[in-house]
């Protein structure tokens, strides 16, 4: 006979969440490490990456990996101007993958993304607890993002080991989270990094 | 602290103002940006540079610092926050990525030419990755692109010239003469070798043609790095050319691994102007693998990996190649015009990894060949 735990896990894991990408163009004093500008790219990025896979203002989202779970999501209509405006597919799908996992890890995890700084060409985020006053980037857990526009198991799965290969596990690995996301189906596969 | 903390968050704004004017088109004004967010992510890091303890806060705000540096080209001054940062004392994980970056910064540094002066008709490759050294390089990784090199400059030249697609037979001699390629001995820098079109170009018939070949293949590259094949495709509209350009292109780009970066780098209008092809890893180049090449694509997607037999180019628009699994089945794989000649023969005897669509009698229409990987 399965435990009350698991019985709540599997319940929470059946249980379907909304998020609407339009909050990433909003204030929130729960993501400090937002601002309007880049929620607005971000929502807007992804919106594009998931009309361009076929999906039309709203689909439900998978995630797998180190947590199972779905989320409705929906979100404002696509203009032509948008579409336009996001004609780079590599940056819209990079920009679409950091808007959703800021909306779903928060949920997932309880920590929410307090800060970022740029990595290469792109961004990567910290993520901890609103309430915790540790300084910048300490004390805090990391969270790399990468995205897929149209991907099979097998291209996810090779992304979450490159992206888990570029850290050599030892006790100077930081804590933190993986987020995959792919736009087709659409899912997000959120993995743990250094689980020790 | 607090005035860290507000330099280093004006500064991520900044640089995603300055994305969303890259995304509008406005480069100049995102250049702008990206120094000013710069400058500020630099202050912030100098802010706490003699405290060592403060970790992983120091080396995040020098490697983003940095990476910001890399983005407005300030190159000398991305090496010398790298290096601040690594002389602290940052984890383990935050230290690679400083050295991934610190690769960066140098092959910037080789892509630029550093004294060395380039005619309207030469190029310069540059290699880095794990079997390159200072000045050296292995000979396999660099003698095979050197020659699809050689091969893609021919190409480009009879392309231009107006030629029908030449499956078999000898480059005319003419065109040899004319196109001739030349090599500069290596330089010490990551391995950098000056490619020289045409010799002496006294019999160039027209003004430039070694010129705008070379412009062709930087375009061409640019829009395979950019994944765009459909401006590729405008640009070279004969489909034997095209999916010979791309089978080469392929051949040329870096493995990730044994060969990290390839830059090609060329002076037009007095300016260097560079290009770095894009590792196996990157978004655009997944895209072209998926890409159906204009092949026959009818029929069941497959993967086969075998040795190549066998390669019969008699009927020039559609050739004929054997592969033989580890399970002793042979496969027949069609291969379409442009590819059977440089692409395919190149890797005779070979084992082989063939992607392709199945047909109804057993064979295979060909979309890409590759050399398996030995350990």
């Known amino acids: 006979m399965a435990s009350y735990e698991t019985l709540l896990v599997i319940k929470f894991s059946e249980m379907s969440q909304k998020i ?32 361009k896979q076929g999906h039309i203002n709203s689909s439900t989202l998978h995630i797998d990996g180190d947590y199972s779970h779905k989320f409705e999501i929906s979100w404002s209509e696509v203009t032509d101007e948008m579409h336009r405006f996001q004609n780079d597919d590599q940056v819209a799908i990079e920009f ?10 928060p949920k997932l995890t309880n920590l929410t993304i307090i800060e970022r700084s740029k990595k290469g060409t792109g961004f990567d985020f910290w993520l901890g607890s609103i309430d915790d006053p540790a300084p910048l980037f300490q004390k805090k857990a990391r969270l790399e993002v990468s995205g897929i526009g149209n991907g099979t198991e097998k291209d996810i799965k090779s992304r979450v080991n490159t992206k888990l290969k570029q850290i050599t596990p030892s006790d100077g690995s930081l804590p933190g989270y993986v987020s995959i996301v792919e736009f087709s189906a659409p899912c997000s596969r959120v993995v743990k990094k250094c689980k020790k | 602290m607090q005035e860290v903390i507000e330099l280093h968050n004006e500064a991520m704004d900044l640089a995603s103002q300055a994305m969303l004017l890259n995304m509008q088109g406005e480069a100049s004004r995102a250049i702008y940006l990206t120094r000013e967010a710069f400058y500020k992510e630099r202050q912030a890091a100098l802010m706490i540079a003699n405290d060592y303890d403060m970790e992983p806060t120091r080396s995040v705000l020098y490697r983003s610092a940095a990476a910001l540096a890399l983005e407005c080209m300030e190159i ?33 540094r080789h892509l630029s030419l550093r004294g060395v002066s380039l005619d309207s008709h030469e190029f310069q490759v540059s290699l880095t990755g794990e ?22 400059v021919y190409r480009v030249a009879e392309r231009k010239l107006g030629k029908p697609f030449r499956e078999r037979g000898q480059r005319s001699k003419k065109l040899r003469d004319e196109m001739e390629l030349y090599l500069s001995v290596p330089r010490a820098s990551s391995f950098a070798v000056t490619f020289r079109v045409g010799g002496n170009q006294l019999s160039i018939p027209s003004i430039g043609l070694a010129e705008e070949v070379i412009d062709d293949i930087f375009e061409g590259l ?9 401006a590729l495709q405008k640009r070279i509209p004969q489909e034997a050319y095209f999916r010979n350009f791309v089978g080469l292109s392929r051949k040329i780009a870096p493995d990730g691994k ?18 770095v092809i894009h590792t196996p890893q990157s978004n655009s180049l997944q895209i072209i693998e998926k890409t159906e090449l204009p092949t026959l694509a009818v029929g069941e997607y497959i993967e086969i990996i075998g040795i190549l037999k066998f390669a019969d180019s008699r009927n020039p628009r559609n050739g004929l190649i054997q592969v033989v699994t580890d399970d002793r089945d042979t496969y027949k794989v069609r291969v379409p015009e442009g590819m059977m000649s440089d692409i395919v023969r190149p890797m005779f005897e070979d084992r082989v990894i063939i992607t392709g669509y199945l047909q109804k009698d057993g064979s295979i229409n060909l979309n890409e060949i590759k050399r398996e990987e030995s350990d």
Do not use: H
């Not at chain 2, 926050?81 to 610190?102: F, K, T, V, Y």
């Not at chain 2, 079997?131 to 893609?152: C, L, N, P, W, Y």
């Not at chain 2, 044994?258 to 290009?275: A, C, F, P, Y």
């Open chain 1, 20 to 51: 609407n990408l339009n909050d990433l163009c909003i204030d929130k004093s729960d993501r400090p490490g937002w601002s309007k500008v880049f929620g607005g790219l971000c929502a807007e990025a992804a919106s594009v990456c998931l009309e």
């Open chain 1, 96 to 105: 679409g993958a950091y808007g959703i996992s800021a909306l779903i890890i």
């Open chain 2, 76 to 108: 000398r001054e991305a090496e010398r926050l790298i290096s601040s940062a690594l002389s602290g004392d940052p984890p383990d994980e935050i230290a690679n990525e400083l050295r991934d970056l610190l690769e960066q910064v140098y092959f910037q």
């Open chain 2, 131 to 152: 079997v390159v050294g200072f000045g050296i390089a292995q000979s396999d990784e660099f003698v095979e692109r050197v020659k699809d090199i050689e091969t893609m």
């Open chain 2, 222 to 230: 640019r829009l395979f790095n950019d994944a765009d094949l459909d």
């Open chain 2, 258 to 275: 044994k060969i990290k970066t390839v830059g090609l780098t060329t002076i037009r209008n007095s300016k260097e102007s560079t290009l």
